[in-house]
């Protein structure tokens, strides 16, 4: 088997937490288990890969570079293995696959579901609507009441003037069922998702999972607020064990090498709001004074060497090592 580790043209490799930082790919290279080479993501479909050869890359927050990959990525991922694997690269930025994947795999105790028309928004008030796309607290409204959902219907879900006067025009000319079908589909669209609310949260967890190695973040809610992400409050102390299970749980219904997992816990359990598989801030990973590592059915935690390049090495190092690909 041979790893080949695609950069963009440029020579960066994200998940450093900043647009301007980049992964040092020739130590992550260095401190893989197997022989490596550094490409670019323009070589990916002029090499011959064999079906046992593995292509690690990372998704981008800019959309244009992100949308090629999910591209190329579709072919690649047909002749050998792609890591993160092509779910989770679907997943990046798109919280409407994100609800898809883990309402087909059941897990996350959360109900939910994506839609592109409001009125097929179905959950009961209180609930929370996101945009599919958005980094924290950026695009996520908690809808208490029928106003807020009208709100939000005419902020997000509405059409433009010149779409209006268009539309007028059409009732005129068309005929009643001709003029329905058309309508509907000029009605204000929009891609979001509905998740239940969970009250009463004064903090939720950023879990970050490298192979059997588990990060954490506790993360305070403002006052006044129902959000957690991008508040920018807080604490690097241990969750409950009960949490960390709920990560392990969810980790390995993902099956990929590492994970960012936002995890909240009420009287009632554990939920998963989001997650993420590729290209997420390493912040829990480069702050937490500790780690909780699983091994042998028993876990124990030990000090962080805040090491990104030996962490996301060791995450895939596990991940290769544990999931051999069959040669053809």
Same mark, same amino acid.
């Given at each position: 088997?041979?790893?080949?580790?695609?950069?963009?043209?440029?020579?960066?490799?994200?998940?450093? @937490?900043?647009?301007? /930082?980049?992964?040092?790919?020739? *130590?992550?290279?260095?401190?893989?288990?197997?022989?490596?080479?550094?490409?670019?993501?323009?070589?990916?479909?002029?090499?011959?890969?064999?079906?046992?050869?593995? %292509?690690?890359?990372?998704?981008?927050?800019?959309?244009?570079?992100?949308? !090629?990959?999910?591209?190329?990525?579709?072919?690649?991922?047909?002749?050998?293995?792609?890591?993160?694997?092509?779910?989770?690269?679907?997943?990046?930025?798109?919280?409407?696959?994100?609800?898809?994947?883990?309402?087909?795999?059941?897990?996350?105790?959360?109900?939910?579901?994506?839609?592109?028309?409001? !009125?097929?928004?179905?959950?009961?008030?209180?609930?929370?609507?996101?945009?599919?796309?958005?980094?924290?607290?950026? @695009? %996520?409204?908690?809808?208490?009441?029928?106003?807020?959902?009208?709100?939000?219907?005419?902020?997000?879900?509405? %059409?433009?003037?010149?779409?209006?006067?268009?539309?007028?025009?059409? *009732?005129?000319?068309? /005929?009643? /069922?001709?003029?329905?079908?058309?309508?509907?589909?000029? /009605?204000?669209?929009?891609?979001?998702?509905?998740?239940?609310?969970?009250?009463?949260?004064?903090?939720?967890?950023?879990?970050? %999972?490298?192979?059997?190695?588990?990060?954490?973040?506790?993360?305070?809610?403002?006052?006044?607020?129902?959000?957690?992400?991008?508040?920018?409050?807080?604490?690097?102390?241990?969750?409950?064990?009960?949490?960390?299970?709920?990560?392990?749980?969810?980790?390995?219904?993902?099956?990929?090498?590492?994970?960012?997992?936002?995890?909240?816990?009420?009287?009632?359990?554990?939920?998963?709001?989001?997650?993420?598989?590729?290209?997420?801030?390493?912040?829990?990973?480069?702050?937490?004074?500790? *780690?909780?590592?699983?091994?042998?059915?028993?876990?124990?935690?030990?000090?962080?060497?805040?090491?990104?390049?030996?962490?996301?090495?060791?995450?895939?190092?596990?991940?290769?090592?544990?999931?051999?690909?069959?040669?053809?």
């Amino acid at each position: 088997m041979k790893v080949y580790i695609a950069t963009l043209p440029n020579g960066f490799f994200g998940s450093a @937490g900043h647009s301007w /930082k980049s992964l040092d790919v020739n *130590r992550l290279s260095t401190l893989l288990d197997y022989p490596t080479e550094i490409i670019t993501i323009n070589d990916l479909m002029n090499i011959n890969f064999a079906a046992d050869d593995t %292509v690690i890359y990372t998704s981008d927050d800019e959309e244009n570079i992100r949308l !090629y990959l999910r591209d190329v990525m579709y072919f690649v991922n047909k002749k050998c293995r792609i890591l993160p694997s092509y779910n989770m690269l679907l997943g990046h930025e798109n919280k409407g696959f994100q609800e898809l994947f883990r309402s087909e795999l059941g897990f996350g105790n959360l109900q939910g579901s994506y839609f592109f028309d409001i !009125y097929d928004s179905t959950l009961p008030i209180p609930k929370v609507l996101k945009t599919v796309s958005g980094a924290g607290s950026s @695009g %996520v409204f908690l809808a208490r009441n029928k106003n807020d959902v009208l709100k939000i219907k005419n902020k997000f879900f509405d %059409v433009s003037h010149k779409r209006k006067v268009i539309k007028l025009q059409r *009732r005129l000319r068309l /005929k009643k /069922k001709e003029f329905s079908i058309y309508n509907y589909r000029h /009605k204000g669209f929009n891609l979001f998702v509905e998740q239940e609310f969970v009250p009463n949260l004064s903090n939720d967890f950023k879990i970050l %999972v490298f192979g059997n190695r588990y990060y954490w973040l506790k993360r305070m809610i403002k006052k006044n607020d129902f959000r957690a992400s991008g508040s920018g409050l807080f604490e690097y102390i241990k969750p409950p064990i009960e949490v960390l299970d709920f990560a392990r749980s969810i980790f390995k219904k993902l099956d990929n090498p590492y994970a960012s997992l936002d995890i909240a816990q009420s009287t009632e359990g554990c939920y998963l709001i989001e997650f993420q598989g590729t290209n997420f801030g390493p912040l829990a990973l480069l702050e937490s004074p500790n *780690r909780w590592v699983y091994s042998n059915n028993s876990c124990i935690e030990e000090k962080n060497n805040k090491d990104l390049e030996e962490n996301f090495a060791y995450a895939l190092n596990i991940f290769l090592n544990n999931n051999p690909v069959a040669s053809f």
